[in-house]
């Protein structure tokens, strides 16, 4: 227990560590939410949307669209607030900011936009949906098949099925937050690779003092590990109180399956350092520039830097998604706080405890291979 006390000062006294895990991640995530928070605002937060219908000179107005408009609701709330003026007027309404869009009504309506965004795609498109429909209805009526037009525009008509998420995120920008979150977890790779290190007497006076110490190697070993997984989940309990407390990003359902993946995050990153420091037996730079970019490459893959990169990789190759580390974690989070779909998030997390299970293998067998290897070179010489 003393020795596990000891580690944990010595990781936690470790400025570069500490500021790689945990400085440079909160660092980012407030970058993240400076340039992010804007547009989720701008472009997703849907409300009611001003309009200004206008006639054209010398028109009458179009009494059918307004009234199209106006009904068109979704669960008692209107899609559409409508002001009819003349076309200064809305025009002026426009320059001001207090319509989004202006439609001028007659033989072809034309539509102005104050700015391009989600709001201004939705104007567009009801209106394109309505001069599609306009056209159908006066060539049937000319050709007398009113019956078949109501039958035909019957049959178009798409039903759209709301589902309510058991999160409490609904921001399309939150992905890049679970990405992050991957890549800090991940990140525990740097004390797992630290640990590795310093139990080989080949690249430190440190690691040699500690193998001609009087400890047996396993419990040595175990307390290495159990230190590095209490920094790197302390870590991780800090990372999540700034997304909520601090930085104010709706993050999803916050429960204790969130904290109990969140221990299993932080053991898959520090046994990624062990695997990386097991099998590359190279300079310590060597060593942390192969876990570096493993970790980065992960992480590009999961969006961290594009944030659809991960929808391309489903159409074009799943497979890597089912066992890309940093995709696996961000799936978990995704479907745990966001979507509450706990199956999608049962396969993610059994994936990184078979992960969890490789890298542990893999290390032993690497281990025992080099000490096999240097006791038939010690016997040669």
Known sequence: MIYYFYRVKRMFRNRILFFWSIIFPMALATL????FSSVTEKDWAFETIPVAVAAEEGTKPDEMLISFLENM?????????????????????????????????????????????????????????????????MDAAAQGKMAEAA????????????????????????????????????????????????LNPLQSDEAARRVAAPMRKVPTVLADVAAAFTIQYVQFLILIAYYTFILRINFGAVNGWLF??????????????????????????????VMMSTVMFSCFLAGLMMGNI????????PWVNRINPATLIANSL?????????????????????????????????????????RKGAKNE
């Open 73 to 137: 609701k979704n669960e008692g709330t209107a899609f559409f607030e409508i002001t009819e003026t003349d076309r200064a007027d809305a025009e002026e309404l426009l320059r001001k900011k207090s319509v989004t869009a202006v439609i001028i009504t007659g033989e072809e309506p034309v539509v102005f936009f104050r700015e391009n965004g989600l709001s201004a795609t939705i104007v567009k498109t009801v209106l394109d949906g309505y001069l599609q429909s306009r056209e159908i209805i």
């Open 310 to 317: 991960r929808i391309e990789i489903e159409l074009a190759a």
């Open 334 to 374: 995704h479907a745990l706080c966001v979507m509450g779909d706990m199956k999608k998030y049962a396969v993610c997390m059994i994936s990184i405890l078979v992960w969890c299970a490789v890298l542990v293998f893999g290390s032993v067998s690497a281990l025992a291979l080099y000490q096999r290897h240097d």
């Open 32 to 35: 993240f939410k400076m340039a």
């Open 151 to 198: 039958l035909a525009l019957s049959k178009d008509v798409q039903t759209l099925s709301v589902r309510t998420f058991k999160g409490a995120s609904g921001d399309p920008m939150i992905q890049y937050f679970q990405a992050l979150l991957a890549m800090a977890s991940l990140y525990g790779a740097m004390y797992g690779l630290l640990n590795t290190r310093e």
């Open 260 to 289: 109990l993946s969140g221990a299993v995050y932080s053991l898959f990153g520090v046994l990624i350092g062990y695997f990386v420091g097991s099998v590359v037996r190279k300079s310590d730079n060597v060593q942390q520039a």
